[in-house]
């Protein structure tokens, strides 16, 4: 069975700076792809960055940028130059083998003016 | 602007009056999902559509059910719902059933029960 773990249920972040958000998973699978989605408040869940496990390098999208380790099984969420509009639910989510994704249970990012 | 688009944003019903959620998609994905979250909680998968073909979640109530009658279009419905279903429910697609295929959601309907 796959699971995902984010242990930080809420965070706080002062604007412009940086926050990291974790998270662990643990599959027996060696092809899996690793998700960050965002869920702002009654706003629509949005895909902020997926990281192939097979690639090394650590995937980045402008200020979103992941640490991948495969060997411990982590994949954190990098919020550089943190903005008010970050201010959202983070789910981290891992998907192998079939259609299903694994949630973990989010990480609610607070970001302070 | 492609999207998934789910009617209604907010329903409310009562206690084991049926229901139906609608979701629609312009992304023209063969996969759609239906998710139920409850409150500060994941998302949890009840069911899925690969074009016609039904896939249920085992642990998925028989209370749930889904139509999908076309391409664009998925519909859920809870039969008799009860206090534990208030929820949010989400959409989602995606294009195919691959390991590397992004879902993507529609802004959910949340569900009240009186």
């Known amino acids: 069975a796959q699971t995902v773990t984010q242990s930080q249920p809420e965070m706080s972040v002062q604007e412009a700076e940086t926050v990291t958000l974790s998270c662990t998973y643990d599959?027996?699978?060696?092809?899996?792809?690793l998700f960050w989605y965002k869920q702002p408040p009654s706003r629509q869940m949005i895909l902020v960055i997926r990281?192939?496990?097979?690639?090394?390098q650590n995937a980045t999208e402008n200020r979103f940028s992941v640490n991948f380790q495969k060997a411990a099984k982590s994949f954190s969420l990098k919020i550089s130059d943190s903005q008010l509009g970050d201010a959202a639910m983070y789910f981290c989510?891992?998907?192998?083998?079939?259609?299903?994704?694994?949630f973990g249970t989010g990480t609610r990012l607070k970001v302070l003016a | 602007d492609a999207m998934v688009i789910q009617n209604p944003r907010y329903q409310v019903t009562q206690f084991g009056k049926p229901v139906t959620l609608s979701c629609s998609q312009t992304?023209?994905?063969?996969?759609m999902y239906w998710y139920q979250q409850k409150s500060s909680q994941a998302p949890k998968l009840l069911f899925h559509?690969?074009?016609?073909?039904?896939?249920n979640e085992a642990d998925t109530p028989d209370n749930f059910q889904s139509r999908r009658p076309n391409t664009s279009f998925c519909f859920l419905d809870i039969r008799s719902p009860g206090l534990g279903d208030a929820a949010m429910y989400l959409c989602?697609?995606?294009?195919?059933?691959?390991?590397?295929?992004?879902?993507?959601f529609g802004p959910g309907t949340r569900l009240t029960v009186l």
């Open positions: 990281q192939e496990a097979y690639k090394q």
């Open positions: 559509y690969y074009d016609k073909d039904f896939n």
């Open positions: 989510a891992i998907r192998s083998g079939t259609y299903k994704y694994i």
């Open positions: 989602a697609t995606s294009r195919s059933a691959g390991v590397a295929d992004t879902q993507y």
């Open positions: 992304l023209n994905h063969n996969v």
């Open positions: 599959t027996s699978e060696s092809d899996y792809y």
